[in-house]
């Protein structure tokens, strides 16, 4: 065993896996699925597609997409019993992403499968479940907070149109379909992303599907993650009611409270502008300007010119990144703020999973190390004496 004493802080830039998942030139602002550029799949595929591109390594043909798409509507009823313990996570106000986390670990309970998680099959099988059950699941959970009754999901409709079905209880106009589907295409897959490894560093001991989707729903949460999409129309909104101008809003933020990071802004890899945010940006230019409401989205457009053109953080390689538009989208199609960043995770479990298969192919148990600065030689004393 090869052991170095140099500290890789937060693992910057180490490689520590090999995937053929996705890959991302930070440099320039590219993305790729599986060697397809994400433009091109986000103005040609559907989710179920890149589901499929993920999974089984390949764009599905006109049968395997039918295969494909009937066994994901085939598991996408959410059991009374997840539905009853959601609903009382609703009644004590707990967020959308934190009953989803608790949600999908509940969704284990009504997998009858008790096969090893050894075995692909089985943890394939698990992963088509979840995710086939989580646009169930997160729309149930919006109407039950809501007072309202869940509904089932419609066996003719795509997962995108389904979940915006369920959430609102009418079925989407092809413009909203195609809004919601290009966000999940988007988000799918990030490379080694921190929910990502979360959700490996959990399957490497062979844990279950549950436990790794479950582990990476909460290493989405955090506002230095997928939470930031959250927090950037948080941001709009108080600008909208404070009457602010955006920029002398965020200007005096950055004055007042030392260390602030404006959200959906800067990124671990990308030193340009994330390819998602231009096509989140551009979708959320059309549904704004359709809707005669522009205003969040010309917001976004003012710091964006501001950060770029007076401060400089372009040069310094910080710039919008996936979460600083999806909101806008978002808002559009009706969705409540604190759904943006289980959406998210909606999308991002097909990733997570198709990152677990994959490192489960070759595993390795992942366990790095850390380097012990605490004292030596304590001298123990007895309770009583201490
Ligand atoms: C889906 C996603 O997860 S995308 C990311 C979502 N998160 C956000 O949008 C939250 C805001 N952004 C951030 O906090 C960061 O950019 C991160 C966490 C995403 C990436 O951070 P890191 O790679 O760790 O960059 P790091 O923290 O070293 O920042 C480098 C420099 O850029 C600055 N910087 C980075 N992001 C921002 C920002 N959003 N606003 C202002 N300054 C920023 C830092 O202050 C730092 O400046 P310094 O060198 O003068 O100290
Ligand atoms: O790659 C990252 O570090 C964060 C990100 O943009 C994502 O997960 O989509």
Redesign the pocket.
Known sequence: MSESEELHK?LEGMLVAESALSYIDGSVGKLVYRGYDIEELARNASYEEVLHLLWHGHLPDAGEFDAFTGAITEEQSVDDTVLEALAGLAAADESPMAALRSGVSMLSASDSDDADPRDPEAALAKGRRITAKLPTLLAAYDRLRRGEDTIEPHADLSLAANFLYMLTGEEPDDAATEAMDQALVLHADHGL?ASTFTAMVVASTFADMYSAVTAGVGALSG????G?NQDVMELFFEIEAQGADPVEYVTTKQGDEDGW????????VYEVKDPRARILEQRGKELTAASGDTSYYDYAKAIERFFTEEKGLAE?G?AP???FFSGTVYHQLGIPVDMYTPIFAMSRAGGWIGHVLEYQEDNRLIRPRGRYVGPEDSEFVPLDER
């Open positions: 937060g992303n506002p230095l993650h997928g930031a990071r404006v959200p959906g802004y800067g990124h671990r310094r910080i990144n996936v979460d």
